[in-house]
């Protein structure tokens, strides 16, 4: 595994490599010593978080990284306000004595090595579907563009997959290959595609749907991972920050080359309810699409289904009683036209 060291004390550099070679290819890098993208690999930063200056250049770091699959910030946790700041730069977890970074490398490497052995036996549809989440994500938590094609393009792959092998097989599947962000939203958009089968649509509109679905979270790139992956139920601060990614995915959309405003409307309004009880701008009734409405009946239910830290998934039919209980909330109509869809999935 590529170790990618930095740190702003040359002297840390030795001790480093003493620990993790030659298990470990160490690549170290000194800040303030010249940008450098970061290419594949783990990411370990030991910097003084207390200077304004280590900070700067620790976000220019984090900037140009590519691929990279975890950054690790080297914080003593009793020093509270400097574990929050590792987690504000991007820190996928912190480490605090050296005896944890060599643990939290195995288990990187266990997962890796495990996502290798179940990816080779996904589907080519669920791959590159993944793979196109992963690109996107990562591009705009590095505040770059990315190609709406590539999204249209994962979208038309999701569709061939549901058609070919049935909701239920590729949802199926999505929950064995995929955890937390992605498994959610290739859920959503697998299920966004079955309802659209399910009634009837036309071919562009079957994709239309597909492709809000497959953009709806993007607003969750923005959100700080300590709470996007929270292993348990976020608190009423957190939620709060949460509830901001309708209107950050809208935002950055925005400027994206074509992106039509029916697909806008969908990121944004995907958690507004016909009672008006919905944000982020609390619309009601006929203010809310019907494109919005399916999505949201999709999500919904998506995120029912799928396994949270704090509880497992729920069974098709619990989830399609939750749903019909919401009366006034969403259209009846749809719920009711949903059935099929909920119960084979």
Same mark, same amino acid.
């Given at each position: ?226 709470? !996007? ?18 209107? =950050? ?55 029912? =289904? ?27 109509? !749809? ?11």
């Amino acid at each position: 595994m590529v170790v990618n060291f930095v740190t702003d004390e040359p002297s840390k550099i030795s001790a480093i490599r003493a620990m993790l070679e030659p298990q470990h290819h160490v690549v170290p890098r000194l800040l303030g010593a010249g940008a450098a993208t970061i290419l594949g690999g783990v990411l370990i930063i030991d910097a003084d978080l207390r200077k304004p200056g280590p900070i700067e250049q620790i976000k220019l770091v984090v900037r140009s990284l590519r691929s990279v699959t975890e950054t690790l910030f080297v914080v003593q946790r009793h020093l509270h306000h400097m574990v929050a700041q590792a987690f504000a730069l991007g820190a996928t977890a912190v480490v605090s004595r050296p005896s944890e970074i060599v643990t939290k490398l195995a288990e990187i490497e266990l997962v890796e090595n495990a996502a290798r052995s179940q990816v080779a036996d996904a589907s080519p549809d669920l791959v590159n579907g993944s793979t196109v989440f992963a690109s996107m994500l990562s591009a705009i938590r590095s505040g770059k563009p990315f190609a709406l094609s590539d999204a249209a393009n994962a979208t038309s792959q999701i569709i061939g997959g549901v058609e070919q092998r049935g909701l239920g097989v590729w949802l199926d599947d999505v929950r064995r290959y995929h955890e937390g962000t992605f498994q959610h939203c290739l859920l959503v958009t697998g299920v966004a595609v079955g309802f659209a089968l399910e009634i009837k649509f036309g071919r562009d509109d079957v994709k239309r749907l597909g492709l809000a679905a497959t953009l709806h979270d993007i607003g969750k790139a923005r959100i700080p991972l300590a709470i !996007l992956d929270k292993p348990g139920r976020l608190e009423s601060d957190e939620e709060e920050i949460m509830r901001r990614h309708p209107v =950050i995915g809208y935002e950055l959309l925005q400027t994206t080359s074509g992106i039509d405003p029916e697909t806008l409307d969908a990121v944004r309004h995907h958690h507004e309810y016909l009672d008006g009880s919905g944000y982020p701008d609390g619309l009601a009734g006929s203010q809310i699409s019907d494109l919005v409405r399916l999505l949201t009946v999709s999500d919904i239910y998506a995120a029912l =289904i799928e396994s949270r830290p704090y509880r497992s998934a729920m069974s098709r039919e619990a989830a399609y009683k939750i749903l019909a209980g919401m009366d006034g909330k969403l259209e009846g109509s !749809l719920v009711r036209a949903f059935r099929n869809v909920a119960l084979r999935a």
